[in-house]
């Protein structure tokens, strides 16, 4: 069996002790190094993870661990340096959190960087390994549906936490078509003060090269999804074709109608369950370049390309064409530009989520 591949965790809230708890289980991993700047948590984590250097200088700990793969999870604010850091620590894979980035520009900057530096990197999307996930892509690419026409994905979270999610797995139920143009709507100045910092509630249309078309809408204006209880798993991800539809509740399970009739099944976004498997596939990509990661960052740009995209479109309006050939800071037009109206919330449970 080959070797163990030695692990940097950055950042050790919620996300990075479920990255460094679920490396520390996997007998191809060795967590060699934590970093945080909270010296609270790094005494917490490190008796879990069998005590490895710890620090709170990310780019000392890096250069003195050399580790295979370097791992970070901070909150958004934080992407383009630690990739800088994560490439100079001679890293071969890079993994990190979602959303890539908090703008085109930082996005591209990164692109750029792990091009040129030839380095793996892997996305958190890691919701695609649910068991009712995956059943929605068999029966898609089963062709029970017929043609694919039309993929969709709502959710009443705010953008920046969940649109990346949504657009990641849109796109893999398309087969991971190009996208050509989207267009878009937002109203909602609250939860741009937030750290993942988004409109209220924004909704958008995208053209895919194959000719299916993309709805996604994220935030206050969002349809409930009635069967899931817990708020921020009210997400619906499907696909709909001539001969029928398939759909994923993020935490109730999946449906879908063909010509043989309804079917359904359970299912629940579990970290507990979704992350094993997710580690292990960057273990697989580690060994073999050809078994590439189904989370990796080329894919996870281009989602991040189209929801920069609608942002641009809610400024600018009308459409706006793919890939975008210049970076911008598209939070800062939204800053800029976003009317004081109020959104109006879909349901009682959004307007209290929404109030600001
Ligand atoms: N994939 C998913 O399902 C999922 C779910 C929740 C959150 N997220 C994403 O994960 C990311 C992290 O979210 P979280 O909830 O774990 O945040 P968190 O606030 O719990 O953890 C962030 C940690 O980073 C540390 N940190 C900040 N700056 C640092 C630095 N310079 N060096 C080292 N450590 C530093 C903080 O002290 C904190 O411990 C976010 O981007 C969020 O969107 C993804």
Request: aromatic share 8%; with cysteine; charged share 20%.
């Amino acid at each position: 069996m080959a070797g163990k591949y030695r692990v940097l965790v950055v950042g050790l809230g919620k996300r990075g002790m479920h990255h460094a708890a679920t490396f520390h289980a996997n007998p191809r991993f060795e967590v060699a190094g934590i970093c945080d700047i909270d010296q609270a948590r790094l005494e917490a984590a490190a008796p879990k993870l069998s005590s490895p250097l710890a620090g709170a200088d990310a780019a000392a700990l890096a250069q003195t661990v050399k580790p295979d793969v370097f791992c970070f999870c901070t909150l958004p604010g934080l992407r383009l340096q630690m990739i800088k850091i994560g490439i100079s620590s001679g890293a071969r894979l890079i993994a990190f959190e979602k959303p890539i980035a908090l703008s085109s520009a930082e996005a591209i900057e990164i692109k750029r960087a792990l091009d040129a530096a030839g380095v793996k990197a892997v996305v958190s999307h890691q919701h695609r390994y649910g068991v009712h996930y995956q059943k929605v892509r068999e029966i898609i690419a089963s062709g029970a549906l017929g043609r694919i026409h039309t993929v969709y994905g709502t959710g009443t979270g705010w953008m920046l936490h969940l649109m990346s999610h949504l657009l990641d797995y849109l796109r893999w139920f398309n087969d991971g078509a190009e996208a050509e143009w989207v267009m878009a709507q937002a109203v909602g100045r609250g939860k741009l003060a937030d750290l993942h910092a988004s409109p209220d509630y924004i909704a958008g249309f995208i053209q895919f090269a194959n000719g299916v078309r993309g709805i996604v809408e994220c935030g206050a204006g969002a349809p409930d999804v009635p069967e899931v209880s817990y708020w921020w798993r009210k997400c619906r991800i499907g696909a709909l074709g001539t001969d029928g539809f398939a759909e994923v509740l993020t935490g109730g399970g999946w449906r879908a109608v063909t010509k043989t009739g309804a079917s359904s099944g359970p299912g629940s976004m579990n970290y507990d369950l979704d992350m094993p498997p997710y580690v292990q596939d960057m273990a697989e990509w580690l060994d073999d370049d050809r078994r590439v990661h189904p989370c990796n960052f080329q894919s996870a740009y281009k989602g991040h390309q189209i929801m920069m995209a609608l942002c641009r479109s809610v400024v600018q309006g009308g459409q706006v064409a793919l890939p975008l050939a210049t970076g911008a800071d598209e939070l800062a037009l939204l800053q800029a530009h976003l009317p004081e109206t109020k959104v109006l919330a879909s349901t009682a449970e959004n307007a209290k989520e929404y109030q600001s």
